[in-house]
């Protein structure tokens, strides 16, 4: 649930970071990148937790074998 709402900040902080980059008169050109990190950083998490969840269910798998 959390990386729902944390996705949707980074999607709104990323939009808002590319509108401050590409308007017209616009001094700073960075802007878009704290958007950026927090989208790699949700990205980062979920597929540690998916791949921590695929080996429980191999090691769960294996379990059941045994029995």
């Known amino acids: 649930m959390y990386q729902i709402l944390l996705s949707i900040a980074a999607l709104i902080s ?4 590319l509108y401050q980059t590409f308007r ?3 001094t700073s050109k960075l802007e878009w990148i704290e958007g950026a990190a927090i989208l790699t950083a949700v ?3 979920m597929i540690a937790q998916s ?3 695929y080996q429980k269910e191999l090691q769960f798998a294996k379990l059941n074998q045994k029995v």
């Open 14 to 17: 990323l939009a808002l970071g």
């Open 24 to 26: 017209p008169g616009s």
């Open 43 to 45: 990205a980062i998490v």
């Open 51 to 53: 791949v921590n969840d």
